[in-house]
């Protein structure tokens, strides 16, 4: 069974960074898309960024020259730099990946950018 754990949330004040992981666990053949996802209270959740297997990145307009999304396949982690953080950025942050043509989320990690 195919998990995923995200952790690196937390506190920071505004300007400051954080850098997210998401780890994958389990029986895992092959690696698809990968992908960080946020959610403020009452709202959506919206995409922050992707990055494709071949390390084809996308990012939301919101998060452009703040954040940098990566992955590291030998480790089954994917990350996110957040840096230049705003209040705006304060949401739940959920790792989304496709492993064995199926796709995978986390359980979700708090950040709050608050002074």
């Known amino acids: 069974q195919v998990q995923l754990v995200e952790s690196g949330g937390g506190l920071v004040q505004p300007g400051g960074s954080l850098r997210l992981s998401c780890a994958a666990s389990?029986?895992?053949?092959?690696?698809?898309?990968m992908g960080w996802y946020r959610q403020a209270p009452g709202k959506q959740r919206e995409l922050v960024a992707t990055?494709?297997?071949?390390?084809?990145?996308n990012y939301a307009d919101a998060v452009k020259g703040r954040f940098t999304i990566s992955r590291d396949n030998a480790k089954r982690t994917v990350y996110l730099q957040m840096n230049n953080l705003k209040p705006e950025d304060t949401a739940v942050y959920y790792c989304?990946?496709?492993?064995?043509?199926?796709?995978?989320w986390g359980q979700g990690t708090q950040v709050t950018v608050s002074s």
């Open positions: 389990g029986s895992i053949f092959s690696y698809g898309d």
């Open positions: 989304r990946a496709t492993i064995d043509l199926s796709v995978h």
């Open positions: 990055i494709t297997s071949y390390r084809s990145t």
